[in-house]
Structure formats: structure tokens, C-alpha cells
């Protein structure tokens, strides 16, 4: 028989089974972890429509999810049966990602849900190597297994700007002025107040010309700033090799305020008549052509309004 009629066949054979949900259960009763056994519902099993073997593998593998009510809620049990005869080194790496894979897929399901659920994963393996050659723990895939462990089974490490105080970020050279800002970018006048510290780095130049200036837009578009001006004069006195930047920034970001007080401005005008909008601009101070860019009135109508 050829290898492209004996995944078919396999897969068929597989499936006609383990998709029962009776033959499943007298499967797992018999398969599973002492330990995971007591905790499963298996009256509950419910054949769940997903498969996350990818295209290109689905001539070596074929999949079955069940969902089952565990006593903390509900769980899975994956089953993978390997159609290749030669065993798969990597076959712990594999079953892990699936059974990652069945958690994000209950997540998309169930949203509201807080807690991740149990996966079982299993490998049904019919292969010709006896017996079964390779580890089923996933860490012992890496170089060190030992070193493995202690990293995916420990929290991972944790950034937390909001416990790090400014003097220590003061210390991380290069990346200091991203952590600062970031800290900083939410609270109320915060960057006001560490105005002197953000200069400080600035001028140290450990960062590109490009770094500072996306740190500038951010600050100017996403900081909570109270007086922008003085925010900026400021700026300047403190770094005043960045004052072209800086006044470019800030100009820009006056002019973003204009054009959303125009469109406020339209907002408020409709069912007024243009005219009125355009002569509560006039009282604004609008440019006169950004005036008729918005309302469409020509200038010598705009003009006549002054009156």
C-alpha cells in the first residue's frame, strides 16, 4: 500500500473510533493519568469541531478534541494519533503547542470566562519502533532541559515600571527614556514633573535623533499635559540642541488642536447654516483659509461676516 493511501486509511480507522463518543470514553477510562482520571466527568464527553494539526502535517497526524466537565470546570482531552513510522523527536513540543492550542480555542469560545482550563494531551502511536524513543516532556526538547524548567515553570519575568522609581530608570542608559515616559505618559501633569529628568537623558545622547523625536510626538499626542506651552518652553530651556525638534513638534500639535476645534465647531454648526459657523471661527481666530477650506464660503463672503 502506497503512503498516500495509508493516511487515509489510518485517519478513517482513528477517527471512526475515537469520534464515538462511547468508544472515547472506554479509551480514556482506561488511558488517562491516574491522577486526572477522578477529576473527569467522562458522562459528559462532548466531541468538539476543531483540529489544529496544520495543513502541511495533516498526512502525519491526525487529531480529536473532547471537552469534559472537570471539577473545576471545564476541561479537554486532546488525542494525536501519529501516522509516520518514524517517531517525531520533537513529539512532547508538538503535543504542548496543540494543547496551547485548544486553550486559545476555548478562550475565543468562552471570552468571559477568567481561568485557562485543563488540556490533556495524548499521542496514539502505532508506529514500528518499540518502544516509543523520545521524552513526551516538551522541556527535555531543549539543549538544557534543566534550565528549561526553571523557566516555564516559574512566572516569567516582569518589567513593572509602576514600582521602579525614576532614579533607577535614570541608570538604564539607553532605554531610559522609554521607560520614563512610559511611566510617566498617564498621570496627570506627570511628565510636567519629570520634565527635568526627560531632558537629562535626552542629553546624555545615548539615544538616535529618531528615538527622541517619536518620544517627543508621543508626549505631545498621548501625554496628559496641562499647559502644552509652557510644557514646551520648558523643553526648550532644558534641551535647547532640540529646539528646531521641538517648536516643529509642538507647532504641529497646535495645529491639530485648531483643526479639531473647527470640526467641533461644524459639529456644533449643523442645522445652524455654514455662515454661522464660519463667523463663530472669525471670533476664534481661525485663519481665514482654513476657514474656507471648511465651510467652502469664499473669501469675500468669509469677509463680509466680520461685520
Given at each position: 500500500m502506497t503512503?498516500?493511501?495509508?493516511?487515509?486509511?489510518h485517519d478513517?480507522?482513528?477517527?471512526q473510533?475515537?469520534?464515538h463518543?462511547e468508544?472515547a470514553?472506554d479509551f480514556?477510562?482506561?488511558h488517562?493519568?491516574?491522577n486526572i482520571?477522578?477529576?473527569c466527568?467522562l458522562?459528559?464527553?462532548r466531541l468538539?469541531?476543531?483540529?489544529f494539526?496544520?495543513?502541511?502535517l495533516?498526512?502525519l497526524?491526525?487529531?480529536v478534541?473532547?471537552?469534559?466537565?472537570?471539577?473545576?470546570?471545564?476541561g479537554?482531552i486532546?488525542?494525536l494519533?501519529?501516522?509516520?513510522?518514524?517517531?517525531?523527536r520533537?513529539m512532547?513540543f508538538?503535543?504542548?503547542h496543540?494543547?496551547?492550542?485548544?486553550i486559545?480555542?476555548?478562550?475565543k469560545k468562552?471570552?468571559?470566562d477568567?481561568?485557562?482550563?485543563?488540556?490533556?494531551?495524548?499521542?496514539?502511536?502505532?508506529g514500528?519502533?518499540?518502544?516509543?524513543?523520545?521524552?513526551?516532556?516538551?522541556l527535555d526538547g531543549f539543549a538544557?532541559?534543566?534550565?528549561?524548567?526553571?523557566?516555564?515553570?516559574?512566572?516569567f519575568?516582569?518589567?513593572?515600571l509602576?514600582?521602579?522609581?525614576d532614579?533607577e530608570?535614570?541608570t538604564?542608559?539607553?532605554?531610559?527614556?522609554?521607560?520614563?515616559?512610559?511611566?510617566?505618559?498617564r498621570?496627570?501633569?506627570?511628565?510636567?514633573?519629570?520634565?527635568?529628568?526627560?531632558?537629562?537623558?535626552?542629553?546624555?545622547?545615548?539615544?538616535?535623533?529618531?528615538?527622541?523625536?517619536s518620544?517627543i510626538?508621543?508626549?505631545?499626542y498621548q501625554?496628559?499635559?496641562?499647559?502644552?506651552?509652557r510644557?514646551?518652553?520648558?523643553?526648550?530651556?532644558l534641551?535647547?540642541?532640540?529646539?528646531?525638534?521641538l517648536?516643529?513638534?509642538?507647532e504641529?500639535?497646535?495645529?491639530k488642536?485648531?483643526?479639531?476645534g473647527i470640526?467641533k465647531g461644524?459639529?456644533k454648526?449643523?442645522?445652524?447654516g455654514?455662515?454661522?459657523?464660519a463667523?463663530?471661527?472669525?471670533?476664534?481666530g481661525?485663519?481665514?483659509?482654513?476657514?474656507?477650506?471648511?465651510?467652502?464660503?469664499t473669501?469675500?463672503?468669509i469677509?463680509?461676516?466680520?461685520?
Open positions: 503512503k498516500n493511501t495509508q493516511q487515509p486509511v478513517a480507522l482513528f477517527k473510533f475515537l469520534t463518543p468508544n470514553r480514556f477510562s482506561v488517562l493519568p491516574a482520571l477522578p477529576l466527568d458522562s459528559t464527553l468538539e469541531p476543531a483540529s494539526v496544520e495543513r502541511r495533516r498526512q497526524h491526525s487529531d478534541l473532547y471537552s469534559v466537565q472537570m471539577t473545576e470546570g471545564e479537554y486532546y488525542c494519533i501519529e501516522h509516520q513510522s518514524k517517531p517525531d520533537l512532547g508538538r503535543l504542548m496543540y494543547a496551547m492550542s485548544a486559545a480555542h476555548h478562550l468562552s471570552p468571559a477568567k481561568t485557562l482550563p485543563l488540556v490533556v494531551p495524548f499521542l496514539f502511536y502505532q514500528s519502533v518499540c518502544p516509543y524513543p523520545y521524552s513526551m516532556n516538551w538544557d532541559p534543566a534550565l528549561a524548567q526553571q523557566l516555564y515553570t516559574r512566572s519575568p516582569l518589567v513593572d509602576s514600582v521602579l522609581s532614579e530608570i535614570l538604564h542608559k539607553g532605554i531610559a527614556l522609554l521607560e520614563l515616559v512610559q511611566k510617566h505618559i498621570t496627570r501633569d506627570g511628565l510636567m514633573a519629570v520634565l527635568p529628568i526627560i531632558a537629562q537623558i535626552i542629553n546624555s545622547q545615548h539615544n538616535t535623533v529618531d528615538q527622541v523625536r518620544v510626538e508621543y508626549i505631545a501625554g496628559y499635559i496641562l499647559d502644552e506651552s510644557f514646551f518652553s520648558q523643553f526648550i530651556a534641551s535647547p540642541e532640540y529646539k528646531t525638534m517648536t516643529t513638534i509642538a504641529q500639535l497646535e495645529q488642536g485648531i483643526e479639531k470640526e461644524i459639529e454648526g449643523i442645522g445652524l455654514v455662515e454661522k459657523v463667523r463663530s471661527l472669525l471670533q476664534q481661525v485663519d481665514l483659509n482654513i476657514i474656507m477650506q471648511c465651510t467652502g464660503l473669501r469675500e463672503k469677509e463680509s461676516l466680520k461685520h
